[in-house]
């Protein structure tokens, strides 16, 4: 299976480790990534179509011309790519983009290019089956929260269509299930993790910060799981503060989704980059059994 591998930008910035896991357990599942270099951010939170639309295509035409499907692993990535690429299907504001932006380049984005999102990749390419043969450390029943966040099913026609929705809907818990670990069901689980409020209501983000976490560590989880890295960015580097906003202590690791599934498949927390976490995922290694230093 080989996809063409857009990181974004915060993989390659404020969660580095998100990066060099998804590299390792890439390889593990056989997925051939062939990194795209020459593209930029996807302008999330730019709210002018007229900007963000012309970058996406370019970045969509890339990817159509090497005749594979864009892989993200970025929910947020994954949201704004969708949008944009379904805004792209109108063959007239497709030849706009085209003629405007990308012919300078000799560039033309045709409507055809697939993007998924790494969580989708592992349950509808590699298979969960598939996924169960291969874990050498099984969670064993490891309390897991999952959080999607906002952009990964939602608008749902877009991101969990009829033909998708067997896959899509419990991607997250099937894939913890799958690596031997409990589901937690947290009320949070699919809303808007506070990060994109965080400069202009710190305050409220901090709530809502404070209300996932809490909430996964009330129903008894020992981590949250994450396919998003701005959720990652929030849910623990911010969690620190959302404590000393409500008072409570909380210290609920977040994991990016490949280090959990990397766990499970062999590697250490040190190989998965847990060490660069601001929350310790110290008990997330010592439920697996790792040898942790006092």
């Given at each position: 299976?080989?996809?063409?591998?857009?990181?974004?930008?915060?993989?390659?910035?404020?969660?580095?480790?998100?990066?060099?896991?998804?590299?390792?357990?890439?390889?593990?599942?056989?997925?051939?990534?062939?990194?795209?270099?020459?593209?930029?951010?996807?302008?999330?939170?730019?709210?002018?179509?007229?900007?963000?639309?012309?970058?996406?295509?370019?970045?969509?035409?890339?990817?159509?011309?090497?005749?594979?499907?864009?892989?993200?692993?970025?929910?947020?990535?994954?949201?704004?790519?969708?949008?944009?690429?379904?805004?792209?299907?109108?063959?007239?504001?497709?030849?706009?983009?085209?003629?405007?932006?990308?012919?300078?380049?000799g560039l033309e984005y045709?409507?055809?290019?697939?993007?998924?999102?790494?969580?989708?990749?592992?349950?509808?390419?590699?298979?969960?089956?598939?996924?169960?043969?291969?874990?050498?450390?099984?969670?064993?029943?490891?309390?897991?929260?999952?959080?999607?966040?906002?952009?990964?099913?939602?608008?749902?026609?877009?991101?969990?269509?009829?033909?998708?929705?067997?896959?899509?809907?419990?991607?997250?818990?099937?894939?913890?299930?799958?690596?031997?670990?409990?589901?937690?069901?947290?009320?949070?689980?699919?809303?808007?993790?506070?990060?994109?409020?965080?400069?202009?209501?710190?305050?409220?983000?901090?709530?809502?910060?404070?209300?996932?976490?809490?909430d996964a560590k009330e129903?008894?989880?020992?981590?949250?799981?994450?396919?998003?890295?701005?959720?990652?960015?929030?849910?623990?580097?911010?969690q620190a503060d959302a404590?000393?906003?409500?008072?409570?202590?909380?210290?609920?690791?977040?994991?990016?989704?490949?280090?959990?599934?990397?766990?499970?498949?062999?590697?250490?927390?040190?190989?998965?980059?847990?060490?660069?976490?601001?929350?310790?995922?110290?008990?997330?290694?010592?439920?697996?059994?790792?040898?942790?230093?006092?």
């Open positions: 299976m080989k996809y063409a591998f857009y990181p974004g930008c915060v993989s390659k910035g404020g969660t580095p480790e998100l990066y060099e896991a998804t590299v390792k357990v890439a390889e593990k599942l056989e997925f051939e990534l062939e990194e795209m270099r020459d593209v930029g951010c996807t302008g999330a939170g730019v709210l002018s179509r007229e900007i963000s639309d012309p970058i996406n295509a370019r970045t969509f035409a890339k990817a159509e011309a090497s005749n594979l499907p864009i892989m993200t692993i970025c929910s947020t990535c994954q949201g704004v790519m969708a949008q944009a690429q379904h805004r792209l299907k109108d063959e007239k504001y497709r030849n706009y983009i085209n003629s405007e932006f990308l012919s300078d380049e045709k409507g055809t290019v697939e993007i998924r999102h790494m969580l989708w990749a592992v349950v509808e390419d590699f298979g969960l089956d598939r996924l169960k043969n291969i874990v050498v450390r099984s969670l064993e029943g490891l309390p897991v929260a999952h959080f999607y966040g906002c952009y990964l099913r939602r608008p749902p026609e877009l991101m969990v269509p009829p033909e998708f929705k067997k896959t899509r809907k419990t991607a997250l818990e099937d894939v913890i299930e799958a690596l031997g670990g409990k589901v937690v069901k947290s009320s949070g689980r699919g809303k808007c993790c506070g990060f994109p409020i965080l400069t202009s209501n710190e305050d409220n983000s901090l709530q809502m910060c404070g209300d996932h976490t809490l129903k008894g989880a020992v981590t949250l799981v994450t396919p998003c890295p701005l959720c990652h960015l929030e849910l623990d580097g911010k404590a000393a906003y409500r008072g409570e202590d909380i210290n609920m690791p977040v994991l990016h989704l490949p280090q959990l599934i990397g766990l499970a498949l062999g590697f250490t927390a040190k190989e998965m980059a847990m060490q660069r976490h601001l929350v310790s995922t110290e008990p997330v290694e010592m439920a697996l059994g790792f040898e942790v230093k006092a």
